[in-house]
T-cell receptor, first 110, second 114 residues
Framework: RKEVEQDPGPFNVPEGATVAFNCTYSNSASQSFFWYRQDCRKEPKLLMSVYSSGNEDGRFTAQLNRASQYISLLIRDSKLSDSATYLCVVSLSSGYALNFGKGTSLLVTP | DAGVIQSPRHEVTEMGQEVTLRCKPISGHNSLFWYRQTMMRGLELLIYFNNNVPIDDSGMPEDRFSAKMPNASFSTLKIQPSEPRDSAVYFC????????????FGPGTRLTVT
């Protein structure tokens, strides 16, 4: 079983829609959680960290549920430029290696 | 500022040949990571270095793969001999060791082994 599991999608949504992705992780000792974004044929880039209390960055909201071992990412008012693959990332702690999920593909259409 | 630099960007080689991938991390970063990405397996960590020392190479598939970091500004990943199943995009990333969560990835090397 892979340590980080994501629904691969694709999620096809119209501009302006709200879309949510979930991811589950298997190692209960994990302490650090992140979302990375990867555009088609490009390298992954850090989108945002995920804090226990939940956190927001503009149109993006990330939440963590330690009891159920899942992480979510909510995108409000989707833009065409949000089309990408979103990678859920888990680590034992800062300073440890990152475990990447295989990603969820999002396509925002006009 | 220059980001992580990888070369070559594309490599096509025949089965059995040696392949060497190169990476120059961001100046000042003291952690370096090599990843492989395929559709089937996603992004997999192969090996990572901290202050030029290999910390975890458990992701290296087999003895055909080797990685070195002779100094803080250069690393290589070598495959010898290469096989068709090695075809993938190989990414190098660097970070500050205290903030490994924020890794800066290079553009990747797209390797095709025929």
């Amino acid at each position: 079983r892979k340590e980080v599991e994501q629904d691969p999608g694709p999620f096809n949504v119209p501009e302006g829609a709200t879309v949510a992705f979930n991811c589950t992780y298997s190692n209960s000792a994990s302490q650090s959680f992140f979302w990375y974004r990867q555009d088609c044929r490009k390298e992954p880039k850090l989108l945002m960290s995920v804090y226990s209390s939940g956190n927001e960055d503009g149109r993006f909201t990330a939440q963590l549920n330690r009891a159920s071992q899942y992480i979510s990412l909510l995108i409000r008012d989707s833009k065409l430029s949000d089309s990408a693959t979103y990678l859920c990332v888990v680590s034992l702690s800062s300073g440890y290696a990152l475990n990447f999920g295989k990603g969820t593909s999002l396509l925002v259409t006009p | 500022d220059a980001g992580v630099i990888q070369s070559p960007r594309h490599e096509v080689t025949e089965m059995g040949q040696e392949v060497t991938l190169r990476c120059k991390p961001i100046s000042g970063h003291n952690s370096l990571f090599w990843y492989r990405q395929t559709m089937m397996r996603g992004l997999e960590l192969l090996i990572y270095f901290n202050n030029n020392v290999p910390i975890d190479d458990s992701g290296m598939p087999e003895d055909r793969f080797s990685a070195k970091m002779p100094n803080a500004s250069f690393s290589t990943l070598k495959i010898q001999p290469s096989e068709p199943r090695d075809s993938a995009v190989y990414f190098c990333a660097s970070s500050f060791a205290q903030a490994n969560y924020e890794q800066y990835f290079g553009p990747g090397t797209r390797l095709t082994v025929t």
